[in-house]
């Protein structure tokens, strides 16, 4: 009865342990690693991104100013011309910044350094000078309460534009993490 009792013991161990062996060994293969994108894609895709939330921010800004069609025509004339201009500026700027940030990593003088810190300034200069020749232009459509609520609508579409981009980017590269956003992510503890 103990010798049963014994290999009874022994298949049953045996078993487990082959079952904890076989989920180990069954493990989900990870991914392959993502390809490079061909550039005219990426540009073709983010072309119609951008399009799209210049779409979405023109209805928007339609319904927070409350404007007819007629100045609504008069006031994307003006907005238009200026926002695709900052965009630009602005992209200058974070090329700027990013080569800084390569130059403060290497081997490289003061004389490399000085004249990238001296465009990103002439680039700041040149933002701000655009956005208050919109705003001095922008009062001849809108009237001051308009370009206070402008201000206010551009500041907040804009910063969560660029929140839905980071919690975008972040879920591309944290898909384990897929429905978390940046809020909560900080509230527990990560990036």
Not at 56 to 76: I, P, Q, S, Y
Not at 87 to 106: A, C, I, N, S, Y
């Amino acid at each position: 009865m103990v010798q049963i009792f014994k290999k009874v013991m022994h298949i049953g161990i045996t078993l487990c342990v082959i079952s904890i062996s076989a989920s180990l060994f069954a493990q989900e293969v990870p991914p392959p690693p993502p390809h490079k994108a061909d550039p005219a894609k990426v540009k073709e895709i983010r072309d119609r991104i951008m399009q799209k939330v210049v779409n979405v921010k023109h209805d928007k800004l339609r319904e927070v100013l409350t404007m007819d069609d007629a100045t609504a025509t008069k006031f994307f004339s003006l907005y238009d011309p200026a926002e695709k201009e900052m965009v630009d500026l602005v992209k200058q700027r974070q090329d700027q910044e990013m080569k800084l940030l390569q130059l403060t990593k290497g081997g490289y003088s003061d004389a490399d350094v000085d004249p990238t810190v001296n465009n990103i300034r002439a680039l700041n200069e040149k933002i701000k000078n655009r956005f208050e020749d919109l705003d001095k232009n922008l009062s001849t459509v809108l009237t001051p309460r308009q370009r206070a609520k402008f201000l206010v609508f551009n500041r907040e579409f804009n910063a969560k534009v660029r929140e839905k981009i980071r919690n975008k980017i972040w879920q591309a590269r944290h898909p384990q993490f897929k429905g978390r956003g940046a809020r909560q992510r900080k509230a527990n503890g990560g990036e």
